[in-house]
């Protein structure tokens, strides 16, 4: 693992010890589990996405409702855009 030059000692001690304590609690869980469990969610935003682009209710002729609502869902799933920083 880098860390930054900048960093002191006790930094770098914390750092160290969340990582032992972080891999000792992902081992608990079934990457395979885990691996559903992210295309489930990737599945739902996409679902999310699509019933955006279907709705007839957002028409506007440059869809800013559209990616308007499509950067809202990406926020819902904790997922950060470079679009709209005022939703951040």
């Known amino acids: 693992m880098n860390f930054k030059s900048t960093s002191t000692v006790e930094e770098s001690l914390i750092t160290q010890a969340i990582d032992r304590d972080f891999l000792q609690y992902a081992k608990q869980y079934d990457i395979h589990d885990l691996a559903r469990q992210v295309d489930s969610d990737a599945v739902n935003l996409i679902k999310e996405i699509k019933a955006i682009l279907d709705n007839t209710a957002l028409d506007d002729s ?20 470079s679009r709209h920083w005022e939703l951040e």
């Open 62 to 81: 440059e869809c800013f409702l559209r990616i308007d609502d499509i950067v809202k869902a990406f926020y819902n799933h904790n997922l950060d855009t």
